[in-house]
């Protein structure tokens, strides 16, 4: 079965610094997803990423796929205190459907004032 | 749009207890999905249904969860007995199937403790 694997599992960064989350794939992704969460709340759809070298950007967040199509990157530009939470990759298969998205392990961040 | 509706938010139940949660999908999407949240186990996928029918269910725990899709605007998961190794957060989330790479909408989740 496809796993990711999301890193670091954990990021404190001061505000308006740079930040980058990675998120690995054991196969190829052909629908790779990047979601947000807030404590106590659900998940809010950020990006989503199809083909090799795709980029997406919106507001101070851009997802990158890779050529190979089995790693992707989430960098947050100037971060604040609104880009604090829980990011979750999420990715759908060949082996798994098209709709059927499974996440990775997700990382914590946390923006200090 | 009043988005992905799930009840209750929380629920605190007793070990054996029989437990029912809810979910009412975006109108209009045809796919919805039961995932379930932990600690140590992050975000598991437990079933989905595609136009009412359940697709795949191979993330179900055991026979003590059951799920069903009565129509295109309900859902239930129900656990019997419960366990307190279920504790966890239960999403559900809906999305237009079209063929081809959709968004999935969560809702809140309902944070599950049995005692």
């Known amino acids: 079965s496809q796993e990711l694997e999301q890193s670091p599992q954990s990021l404190i960064v001061q505000e308006g610094k740079n930040l980058t989350i990675n998120c690995t794939s054991s196969k190829t992704l052909y629908g790779l997803y990047w979601y947000k969460q807030k404590y106590g709340e659900g998940l809010i759809f950020l990006m989503m990423l199809q083909k090799g070298g795709e980029e997406k950007s919106h507001e101070k967040i851009t997802a990158k796929l890779d050529e190979k199509k089995q790693q992707s990157s989430l960098h947050i530009t100037a971060s604040q205190p609104s880009h604090a939470g829980i990011y979750l990759c999420?990715?759908?298969?060949?082996?798994?459907?098209?709709?059927?998205?499974?996440f990775g392990t997700g990382t914590r961040l946390l923006v200090s004032p | 749009d009043a988005g992905v509706i799930q009840s209750p938010r929380h629920e605190v139940t007793e070990m054996g207890q029989e437990v029912t949660l809810r979910c009412k999908p975006i109108?209009?999407?045809?796919?919805l999905f039961w995932y379930r949240q932990t600690m140590m186990r992050g975000l598991e996928l437990l079933i989905y249904?595609?136009?009412?029918?359940?697709?795949?269910d191979s993330g179900m725990p055991e026979d003590r969860f059951s799920a069903k899709m009565p129509n295109a605007s309900f859902s239930t998961l129900k656990i019997q007995p419960s366990e307190p190794r279920d504790s966890a957060v239960y999403f559900c989330?809906?999305?237009?199937?079209?063929?081809?790479?959709?968004?999935?909408?969560f809702g809140s989740g309902t944070q599950l403790s049995v005692l």
């Open positions: 989330a809906s999305s237009l199937d079209r063929g081809g790479y959709e968004k999935l909408f």
């Open positions: 109108s209009g999407h045809n796919s």
């Open positions: 999420g990715a759908t298969g060949e082996n798994t459907g098209f709709q059927k998205l499974v």
């Open positions: 249904f595609n136009n009412n029918v359940p697709i795949d």
